[in-house]
């Protein structure tokens, strides 16, 4: 036993003498960032990387931690000059695979702003990816500083990877964001497909069940369902259902005489329809959300921007009316495709364009 104690004495000791005889102590990571303050990306850059060399290959937690700094203050002064400055380019280069599961990524989060950090890092991994910056902020949540941009793939890649860890204060941050999505742009396929995710890893709380009622109420409407059916008028104001276009691929231009992106992509859809103008087997229509107090303005629209050989449809209510509220019909332009069995292809399709040829011609084709 002796014996045993001189040995664990003497290693002690060679340990205290090695450190006595010149190792360099660890830096204090926290202190030397919250110390300073940044007014380029050169100076974050800088601080990150002469932190980096004295941790070296030391403590896996230190470097976690300084990445952390680092991102969080990238993103601090990326959204400060709201990605205007030329050096912001630079900032994405070192950025570092962070797992919001990590106790020392997620305690820091928790420290500061959870979603606004994991906000910054993301926007920093799409802009690493080559996206811009534009591209890749968040177009899940609007501030007072920037205007709403439509949601797109970087978002869904974020959502996707918000509710595939296991960060509990991560998971609340962001069910509050998709109330905004939801609101704004409605629920497509792409949004819908976030579900599985939300049910597997979220924990039972009030809002995760407010979440998923949001998302049963927009079930009726993705790909395979049938069609809820409408009753509007054309503009002879003749009653027209969608369900007597049954065994027809139908085409949808949901508009309004007051949106001028709307009226902007018109021509683009008349010049589709004309594609198909020989194909009995195609319709296009266009479904007017204007209140029934504008129909003398929906009328002279229609003259005026040469759509008369779509077929022109008008709910002719004073409220929402059942087609509004049974597509969750929150914005426009909006476009939609129903197969020939009258079930949805799409509540959500691109603009006319390509891409909406070809989603026609593979309906057609099925």
């Not at 004295?54 to 976690?64: A, F, K, M, V, Y």
């Not at 690493?128 to 205007?147: L, P, S, W």
């Not at 860890?165 to 939801?182: S, V, W």
């Not at 049938?226 to 139908?250: F, H, I, M, W």
Request: glycine residues 4%; contains cysteine; hydrophobic residues 35%.
């Amino acid at each position: 036993m002796r014996q045993r104690f001189t040995k664990i004495r003497v290693l002690l000791v060679a340990a205290f003498a090695l450190l006595q005889g010149g190792c360099t102590p660890l830096p204090n990571v926290d202190e030397a960032w919250e110390t300073r303050d940044f007014s380029s990306s050169q100076e974050i850059i800088a601080l990150y990387d002469s932190l980096a060399q004295e941790i070296g290959n030391g403590s896996s937690n230190l470097r976690t931690k300084n990445m952390c700094h680092y991102v969080w203050n990238s993103g601090e002064y990326i959204f400060r000059c709201r990605g205007k400055n030329s050096d912001i380019v630079e900032l994405p280069d070192r950025i570092e695979t962070l797992l919001f599961d990590d106790s020392i990524v997620s305690n820091f989060m928790l420290a500061r702003d959870t979603a606004r950090f994991a906000d910054h890092y993301m926007t920093l991994e799409a802009m690493q990816k080559g996206a811009t910056f534009e591209e890749a902020r968040d177009g899940i949540t609007v501030t007072v500083f920037y205007r709403a941009k439509g949601i797109n793939n970087h978002d869904y890649d974020k959502l996707r990877t918000v509710f595939s860890c296991k960060n509990n204060a991560l998971h609340e941050a962001y069910m509050r964001k998709l109330f905004f999505p939801f609101r704004n742009s409605g629920c497509n396929e792409e949004l819908y497909s976030i579900r599985p995710l939300i049910e597997k890893n979220v924990a039972d709380t009030p809002l995760r069940q407010q979440i998923l009622a949001l998302y049963d109420s927009y079930a009726p409407t993705m790909p395979g369902n049938p069609a809820p059916d409408a009753t509007l008028k054309d503009v002879n104001g003749k009653e027209q259902t969608l369900s007597q276009y049954r065994g027809k691929v139908v085409v949808i231009d949901i508009w309004a005489t007051w949106c001028s992106s709307c009226l902007a992509k018109m021509p683009a859809f008349i010049e589709l329809s004309k594609e198909f103008e020989n194909n009995s087997n195609v319709k296009f229509l266009t479904v007017s959300i204007d209140r029934k107090s504008a129909k003398k303005q929906w009328l002279t629209t229609i003259k005026k921007r040469n759509m008369q050989g779509l077929t022109n449809l008008f709910p002719d209510c004073e409220v929402e009316s059942p087609f509004e509220s049974n597509y969750h019909i929150s914005g426009v332009p909006r476009y939609m495709i129903i197969d020939q069995e009258g079930k949805i292809v799409t509540a959500y399709a691109p603009g006319p364009g390509e891409d909406m040829r070809q989603i026609i011609l593979k309906t057609l084709n099925r």
